[in-house]
């Protein structure tokens, strides 16, 4: 059952919060184009959500803890001990996670960038077709139902 394995519903947690983060993220980003807007999203998802093993030593002499945790948690763990070799490895994860975050941004926004596909409404005539290169002004017109 789901709440009685406190480890995958402190995954599921974790989860949820970095979904909310990524979101509000994402809208705060709102003032930049989507080029970079996606890219540094994707950047930080990367970042959040690359897993590694960590071991933890217990009370009992030569007993260790071992587990599965975000790499960017388990580097800040490492730091705060100032231990080189944890925060190497799960650093380098990080930054890894980074980079494929920002690769899948930019196939992200490469695949649904807008196309040539627009047409201004003001150059179409009133039978449909091109209104060719004339730019003369003309008369506004209303829309008409039916």
Not at 20 to 36: K, N, S
Not at 123 to 132: I, L, M, Q, Y
Request: charged share 20%.
């Amino acid at each position: 059952m789901l709440t009685s394995d406190s480890m995958s519903l402190l995954w599921l947690t974790y989860l949820g919060l970095s979904l909310i983060v990524l979101l509000t993220g994402y809208l705060g980003l709102a003032f930049l184009p989507r080029l970079l807007r996606l890219p540094i999203t994707w950047a930080v998802a990367g970042m959040l959500w690359v897993p590694t093993r960590f071991r933890l030593p217990l009370v009992e002499e030569g007993e260790f803890y071992t587990g599965l945790a975000p790499a960017l948690v388990v580097a800040a763990v490492a730091f705060l001990e100032r231990n080189t070799a944890v925060l190497t490895t799960s650093g380098l994860l990080v930054v890894s996670g980074a980079a494929l975050g920002v690769a899948l941004g930019l196939a992200q926004w490469w695949a649904f960038r807008p196309g040539d596909t627009y047409r201004d409404m003001d150059d179409v005539g009133r039978d449909g077709r091109d209104g060719g290169q004339s730019r003369e002004p003309r008369e506004r017109r209303e829309p008409v139902i039916g």
